[in-house]
């Protein structure tokens, strides 16, 4: 089955720049989107397409998508964007949605 | 207003059955494929089905393959998840999920559901 890579945990301090990764095998073609998750709530999507953001999401919220690698970043990190963030992607192949292990983002 | 309701959760034993529902309103209901993605305590997104705007196809994730059936009714812009033979592997909060089409995001969220499978 197909599986997308996260790292664990990013931490980061108000201000500064996060990124979290998303590996996949040949990655770089796919339709990557990703969301974030704040404790006791639904999922929200901040990338689509891998870099697209929807309305109402600040322009701090970036992505790219080369290689095997996604990655969503964070420019001026703020307290308020503590949360998970996942990766997902459509495997044509197994018609199976997957989403990334997760990341856990700490502001400092 | 825009959005989906979730309901149906709730304690259940092993070996038992379920119906989640997921009521949406302010868009067109019809034409979006609508997903159930769940969450285990702790742990992260797992993708569990999807159905059509047309019923035209339908996916099951292996981990509930045989076990669950999705279901639409265009009519009630509802969509349901009929589960059976559950285990306590199933304890999650069940999300629903709306997007144009599979390769589309997930645009639009329930609050999710408790499920509890345990004797």
């Known amino acids: 089955s197909y599986v997308l890579t996260q790292p664990p945990s990013v931490s980061v301090a108000p201000g500064k720049t996060a990124r979290i990764t998303c590996e996949g095998n040949?990655?770089?073609?796919?339709?990557v989107h990703w969301y974030l998750q704040k404790p006791g709530q639904a999922p929200m999507l901040v990338i689509s397409?891998?870099?697209d953001r929807p309305s109402g999401i600040p322009e701090r919220f970036s992505g790219s998508n080369s290689g095997n690698t996604a990655t969503l970043t964070i420019s001026r990190v703020e307290p308020g964007d503590e949360a998970d963030y996942y990766c997902?992607?459509?495997?044509?192949?197994?018609?199976?949605?997957?989403f990334g292990s997760g990341t856990a983002v700490t502001v400092l | 207003e825009v959005q989906l309701v979730t309901s149906g959760g709730g304690l259940v034993k092993p070996g038992g059955s379920l119906r989640l529902s997921c009521a949406a309103s302010?868009?067109?209901?019809?034409?979006?494929?609508l997903n159930w993605v769940r969450q285990a305590p702790g742990t992260g997104l797992e993708w569990v089905a999807l159905?059509?705007?047309?019923?035209?196809?339908?996916h099951y994730a292996d981990s509930v393959k045989g076990r669950f059936t999705i279901s639409r009714d265009n009519a009630k812009s509802s969509v349901y998840l009929q589960m059976d033979s559950l285990r306590v592997e199933d304890t999650a909060v069940y999300y629903c999920?709306?997007?144009?089409?599979?390769?589309?995001?997930?645009?639009?969220w329930g609050q999710g559901t408790m499920v509890t499978i345990s004797s």
């Open positions: 159905i059509s705007s047309g019923n035209s196809y339908i």
């Open positions: 999920a709306t997007m144009n089409g599979p390769g589309d995001p997930f645009d639009l």
């Open positions: 397409y891998g870099r």
């Open positions: 040949n990655l770089g073609p796919q339709a």
């Open positions: 997902q992607v459509w495997n044509s192949s197994s018609v199976h949605q997957v």
């Open positions: 302010g868009f067109t209901f019809g034409g979006s494929t």
